[in-house]
């Protein structure tokens, strides 16, 4: 499975982006797709999860009222609509995926495939 982010850019405090992750490859019917983020110096942060089949969603505590996550089976491509963007949400965003089902979304280590990430910056 291949994995490739667009949509990341230079937006003003208060705006918008979506980002989205084509995927390509074999995506059997367990295969569940996340958005994680990672500023310089931190954590890489769990923000958002989805079941391919189910479409079922996880989101994370720090940006659920802002950020959703949706999925385009047809085009095999997943979106982080992110809303109401704060300088704070400047990192870069990756999109990391597995075709194992049953594990914790919230968890970096379920994943078994990365994208490149695309970087986000939100100016104040």
């Known amino acids: 499975v291949q994995l490739v982010e667009s949509g990341g850019g230079l937006v003003q405090t208060g705006g918008s982006l979506r980002l989205s992750c084509a995927a390509s490859?074999?995506?059997?019917?367990?295969?569940?797709m996340a958005w994680f983020r990672q500023a310089p110096g931190k954590e890489r942060e769990f923000l958002a999860a989805?079941?391919?089949?189910?479409?079922?969603?996880s989101l994370g505590d720090s940006t659920r009222d802002r950020f959703g996550i949706s999925r385009d089976r047809d085009k095999r491509t997943g979106y982080l609509q992110m809303e109401n963007l704060k300088p704070e949400d400047t990192a870069l965003y990756f999109c990391?995926?597995?075709?194992?089902?049953?594990?914790?979304?919230?968890?970096?280590?379920?994943?078994?495939?990365w994208g490149q990430g695309t970087q986000v910056t939100v100016s104040s």
């Open positions: 989805v079941g391919w089949s189910s479409g079922r969603t």
């Open positions: 990391a995926a597995t075709n194992t089902d049953g594990r914790e979304p919230s968890n970096r280590y379920s994943y078994d495939y």
């Open positions: 490859g074999r995506l059997y019917i367990s295969f569940n």
